[in-house]
């Protein structure tokens, strides 16, 4: 009895229908969740600046980090080998062990040469963009922010998909700290963008504290400046953008992504939880 | 005058001319120097960074301009090439006298539109130094920021030149070599 024509489709077919709906399924599966740290103005070389290390690496075993993001201020005193050891390399040198990437933003104390630094991933670029699950990070040089850099920034932030958008710089559009304060600069050219196009959250250092401030126009803004440096009792304590502040010891945060719930934590020196909440996409 | 004397001056009139090609020239790499003879702020930028581009070009062998721009050393010899190139500079040479005094009077117009506290934040932040064109900014200063205000008024710079405050002069910094390139001076004093 000779076969049918075509008998040879059927598994095919078969073949196709069961790839589709596996496709189908991944792409409703919801993004994995994303765990990363926040330092600022942390590289110091000091016992203070190894202690926060230390925690973080501990905390980071219990609770993998995907990522380590940097506001700035990586490396005091000049960008020689020996700062970026004592600065970098050797306090963080659990997370690097274990993988985790380190992307920075300049300070006004970093040289303009860090953005060739590999494990700083920066690429060479003072600003750049990446996407991590459903989280795309927008990092800026506060440093000289020139038309061209807003210009990118605006294309960047249009052209981008991702549901959760974040911004990490050095100088905070809204700060507490009396020391350097809000930077209004800043906030006029680049507030407007944020809130055009859905900027979730953006981190922020300079000011040696750690401060959430209420959210602005939709956008909420933390300024994570207190990683090795620190002004004791430097925040405004009559603010009235402060929504929770802790500036009596070095501080980093940890932030977790999942689906549309951001979960932040403040995390001591002594590891102690600061503050801590969530914001909601 | 005599056929003889022209005769002479016709062999002289080659001989010289010709003596300047046949005599050895210099094993040392000649270079224009970058002097302004006119034009526009933005002609003059143009022309240190074309001058820069053919220096960068002859310091690279084999490597991509990405590797070599991420090299210390090329930047550091970079650097003393364009020093060398440019070992007569003086300031304004590229800003000129018209724009210096235009970006002056712009960051004084920016300075007095500042409170209290915000021009403070601006300026605690400059490095108090000595000034020198054609030198390397200081490696210990930071480099202060720049307000972005005052820089959305300014000509636009190519990549590798920043506007930065250092003492009371705006400079223009070359970032990748950290030179000098040229400076105004005294634009912050009374501010």
């Known amino acids: 009895m000779r076969p049918r024509p075509g008998w040879r489709l059927v598994p095919a077919l078969l073949l196709s229908v069961v790839a589709l709906l596996c496709v189908a399924r991944a792409a409703a599966l919801p993004a994995p969740p994303l765990r990363f740290g926040v330092i600022g103005d942390f590289g110091t070389g000091t016992p203070q600046q190894y202690e926060v290390a230390r925690v973080m690496a501990g905390r980071q075993a219990r609770s993998p980090y995907d990522l380590v993001l940097t506001v700035g201020d990586n490396i005091y005193g000049g960008w020689t080998s020996r700062a970026v050891s004592e600065r970098f390399e050797l306090p963080y040198r659990a997370l690097l062990a274990a993988g985790v990437p380190f992307f920075a933003s300049l300070g006004n104390h970093d040289a303009v040469q860090e953005r060739d630094y590999p494990p700083f991933n920066m690429r060479g670029s003072r600003y750049y963009r990446f996407v991590r699950s459903d989280v795309e990070f927008f990092a800026l040089d506060s440093n000289y922010l020139d038309p061209p850099q807003v210009e990118w920034l605006r294309q960047a932030l249009a052209a981008s998909v991702s549901p959760w958008k974040i911004a990490f710089f050095h100088h905070p559009l809204y700060s507490s700290g009396q020391r350097h304060g809000s930077a209004v600069d800043l906030r006029t050219l680049l507030e407007p963008l944020f809130v055009e196009f859905g900027v979730q959250a953006v981190f922020s250092g300079h000011d040696h504290v750690y401060e959430r401030v209420k959210p602005q126009r939709g956008v909420a803004y933390f300024v994570c400046g207190s990683s090795g440096q620190l002004r004791r009792g430097n925040l405004d304590q009559h603010s009235a953008l402060t929504a929770a502040g802790f500036d009596q010891d070095e501080a980093f945060m940890e932030i977790e992504i999942d689906g549309d719930l951001m979960h932040f934590e403040a995390i001591s020196r002594t590891d102690a939880v600061v503050d801590s909440g969530a914001i909601h996409r | ?191």
């Open chain 2, 1 to 191: 005058m005599s056929n003889n004397r022209i005769r002479l001056l016709v062999v002289l009139g080659v001989l010289v001319p010709g003596a300047t090609v046949i005599l050895p020239t210099s094993d040392r790499l000649t270079v224009p120097v970058a002097r302004p003879t006119g034009g526009s702020f933005e002609e003059r930028v143009a022309r240190y960074s074309r001058l820069r581009r053919d220096l960068a070009d002859h310091l690279q062998t084999g490597v991509s301009s990405a590797e070599a721009a991420a090299d210390e050393r090329f930047r550091y010899q970079l650097a003393v090439a364009i020093r060398n190139a440019r070992h007569d500079a003086r300031p304004g040479d590229i800003f000129g006298l018209d724009t210096a005094a235009g970006i002056a009077l712009a960051v004084r117009s920016d300075m007095a539109a500042r409170d209290g506290p915000d021009l403070e934040d601006v300026l605690a932040d400059v490095p108090v130094s000595n000034v020198r064109v054609n030198d390397f900014y200081p490696q210990q200063a930071p480099l202060a920021t720049m307000p972005a205000l005052l820089l959305m008024k300014l000509v636009p710079l190519p990549a590798e030149l920043q506007y930065r405050f250092l003492d009371d002069a705006l400079i223009l910094l070359d970032i990748e070599t950290d030179l000098i390139v040229d400076a105004i001076p005294g634009v912050l004093k009374g501010s």
